[in-house]
Nanobody, 123 residues
Framework: QIQLVESGGGLVQAGGSLRLSCAFSGRAFSRYSMGWFRQAPGKEREFVAAISWGGVNAYYADSVKGRFTISRDSAKTTVYLQMNSLKPEDTAVYYC????????????????WGQGTQVTVSS
């Protein structure tokens, strides 16, 4: 079974920073790529970032390039999203996800979702 538990959401002023965490657990066939999506009220869930199982390659949506960084720990049990220079338009529920490859995650081919955590950026 795949289980994802997210934390780190909250309220921050524009220009500030926030760090999201997602804890992963699984047994057989657990070498998954991991990533993050976000969904604002009235909008479709959109891709934010993804990282390969080994942590060597990372991919980002154009809207967050240069501001957000995705990473995972050496044991590959936790994935992080460091968010800097936050803007009000970054306000959304952020979801952790796992997939077969980073490309599959970017194309919304998802094997499991986290529960989501709210990020609110004030002006």
């Amino acid at each position: 079974q795949i289980q994802l538990v997210e934390s780190g959401g909250g309220l921050v002023q524009a220009g500030g920073s926030l760090r999201l965490s997602c804890a992963f657990s699984g047994r057989a066939f657990s070498r998954y790529s991991m990533g993050w999506f976000r969904q604002a009220p009235g909008k479709e869930r959109e891709f934010v970032a993804a990282i390969s199982w080994g942590g060597v390659n990372a991919y980002y949506a154009d809207s967050v390039k240069g501001r957000f960084t995705i990473s995972r720990d050496s044991a590959k049990t936790t994935v992080y999203l460091q968010m800097n220079s936050l803007k009000p338009e970054d306000t959304a529920v952020y979801y952790c996800a796992v997939g077969q490859t980073s490309a599959a995650i970017a194309d919304k081919r998802i094997n499991a979702w986290g529960q989501g955590t709210q990020v609110t950026v004030s002006s």
